[in-house]
Structure formats: C-alpha cells, structure tokens
C-alpha cells in the first residue's frame, strides 16, 4: 500500500510539473504570437509609407553597397569571383565600420554636429573603429596561429583535417579607414540624391 502511494504521488507529483510547463509554454507561444502580429503589423506599415521616405533605407543601402564594393575588391585581388564575400567579414572596406560611419553622417546632415544625437552616434562609430582594428583584428590573427599550430599536430599525431577557424575576422586601419570614409561619402550623396531631390 506504501508503494502504490508513493507511485502515485509521484505521478501526480510529475503531472503537475508537466501541466506547469504546458501553461507556461502555451503563455509563452500567446506572447510569440501577439509581438509577431505586432512586428508584421509595423513592417506593413513601414513598407507602405515608401522606402525613400525612411532613415534606415539608406543605411541599409549603404550596408549593400559596401558589401558589393567588397566583392568586387575580392574578384580584383584574387582574380576569382566569390560571392561568398557578399555576407563575409573582414576585408576592404569594413562594413561595421562603415555602416556606423553611415549612421553618423546621417544623423549629422539631419540633427547637426551640436546635437545630443550625433555624439552618441559618433561615440558608437568610434567604438565599432576600435573593435574591427584591435579586438577583431587580433581574433583573426589568433584564429591564424591556431590553425597553423592545429595543421602541424595533426600532421604529426595522424588526425584528420579539421575545417580550419576563421582567420578573416578584423580589419587594418586602411580598411577601417575606408569603410568610415565610404560609408560617410555613400550616406551624403544618397541623403541628397533620396531626400532633396523630391
């Protein structure tokens, strides 16, 4: 009788802990369910007022030209086109850098140099500089020496080849350089061409 007690305690026990995590699951999938309705409502919105008339449409097509200027470098360099470049890290210009730079300038030409908005931006833009030459950069440099280090043990003990770490991960000051300065020039002249055109 003992036993058959503590059996069924502990399925009663273990149902609840069940039913416990089936309401908080269903609360958590109601919650999913009103920000997506919400996040969709908004982009139908956004999508309907017309791209040229929003901020972030010129950032991101500053961010897209960038990326195809990089491709474009890369096919130049390696004399091969790899469209992998598109979405990879590293390399001339630096898209980090260069959408922050693109942020700047926008609130720049928009708010003025005196304003609250520019320095914070301006704060961020020069930390984005900072993490692509020096954090970044010595992430790759380091990834680099491990793979040399790991090609030479597993020659040695007889492994198989590993996929090698990513070495292409920061960027130099030249490439910081030109993503501040190509992300700046792409945001004025788009600034211009987009809203003072009209």
């Known amino acids: 009788m003992k036993n058959f007690l503590k059996r069924v305690f502990l399925i009663v026990y273990f149902f609840s802990i069940f039913l416990r995590i089936l309401i908080a699951f269903w609360k958590s999938i109601s919650k999913c369910y009103v920000m997506i309705t919400y996040l969709v409502s908004n982009i139908k919105d956004y999508f309907s007022q017309g791209l040229s008339l929003s901020p972030l449409f010129i950032v991101l097509l500053v961010g897209?030209?960038?990326?195809?200027?990089k491709v474009i470098i890369d096919a130049i360099k390696s004399k091969a086109?790899?469209?992998?470049?598109f979405v990879s890290s590293g390399g001339f210009p630096s898209f980090h850098t260069g959408l922050s730079s693109s942020v700047t300038m926008y609130v720049l030409l928009v708010y003025g140099v005196d304003?609250?908005?520019?320095?914070?931006?301006?704060?961020?833009?020069?930390?984005?500089?900072?993490?692509?030459?020096?954090?970044?950069?010595?992430?790759?440099?380091h990834a680099h020496y491990i793979n040399d280090l790991r090609s030479e043990l597993q020659d040695v003990l007889h492994q198989a080849k590993k996929r090698p770490l990513k070495e292409r991960i920061g960027h130099t000051p030249l490439e910081v350089f030109g993503g501040v300065v190509?992300?700046?020039?792409?945001?004025?002249?788009?600034?211009?061409?987009?809203?003072?055109?009209?």
């Open 182 to 198: 190509l992300g700046s020039l792409f945001t004025y002249i788009f600034y211009y061409l987009l809203y003072l055109a009209k």
């Open 115 to 141: 304003s609250i908005m520019f320095m914070i931006v301006f704060c961020f833009a020069l930390l984005f500089a900072y993490d692509a030459m020096n954090l970044r950069y010595e992430a790759g440099q």
């Open 81 to 85: 086109f790899h469209p992998y470049s």
């Open 64 to 69: 897209f030209s960038l990326q195809f200027l």
